[in-house]
T-cell receptor, first 116, second 116 residues
């Protein structure tokens, strides 16, 4: 258990629908990152939040949105779903490595979305 | 952003050492070298990182070339559980520990196969 909790683990839905993926970061981590991993594709950065504020955007579609709440959990909303949105969606939180001056990401187990 | 180049795949025999190379010829003086791995059906996990000197931890060793244009992740005795995709990533140390807008960009990594 990495300490980053993602729900649901699996989700099957139809095209045109909307889903919400949830992420709870490790205790004490203020930053949350969302990544998408499609079949045969690498990890694509979507968006980053820090303490409730959006800090960086990657290749996130306009149909997708995210937010981070005061308790630091984050939600990724995917709407008007298309077949191509089927993928693994990973959330990660950032942890400062003590004394090293660099930060590492701790990933959750992911949410597998299947759009039929 | 500085990029990394890794072989697409490598094979190793169980209980033998594995040397996973990474080229980063455009690395800047403030880039840390991070390694993550992704086991099948799991989220990526942090392995090791370094700046200039070689580093060891319980999982692996990181050997960094003197000119820092390449590095090698060393698994001292590969096990079947080490079969994974290994990612070499650069992260600018100037990024603040909190609220950084710099995300970790993952390439395609090296698929390591461990043969029994």
């Amino acid at each position: 258990d990495s300490g980053v909790t993602q729900t649901p683990k699996h989700l099957i839905t139809a095209t045109g629908q909307r889903v919400t993926l949830r992420c709870s970061p490790r205790s004490g981590d203020l930053s949350v990152y969302w990544y998408q991993q499609s079949l045969d594709q690498g990890l694509q950065f979507l968006i980053q939040y820090y303490n409730g504020e959006e800090r960086a955007k990657g290749n996130i579609l306009e149909r997708f949105s995210a937010q981070q709440f005061p308790d630091l959990h984050s939600e990724l909303n995917l709407s008007s779903l298309e077949l191509g949105d089927s993928a693994l969606y990973f959330c990660a939180s950032m942890r400062q490595v003590m004394g090293a001056g660099a930060n590492v990401l701790t990933f959750g187990a992911g949410s597998r979305l299947t759009v039929l | 952003d500085a990029k990394t180049t890794q072989p697409n795949s490598m094979e190793s025999n169980e209980e033998e050492p594995v040397h996973l190379p990474c080229n980063h010829s455009t690395i800047s003086g403030t880039d840390y070298i991070h390694w993550y791995r992704q086991l099948p059906s799991q989220g990526p996990e942090y392995v090791i990182h370094g700046l200039t000197s070689n580093v060891n931890n319980r999982m692996a060793s990181l050997a960094i070339a003197e000119d820092r244009k390449s590095s090698t992740l060393i698994l001292h005795r590969a096990t079947l559980r080490d079969a994974a995709v290994y990612y070499c990533i650069l992260r600018d140390v100037r990024a603040p520990s909190s609220g950084s807008a710099r995300q970790l960009t993952f390439g395609s990594g090296t698929q390591l196969t461990v043969l029994p």
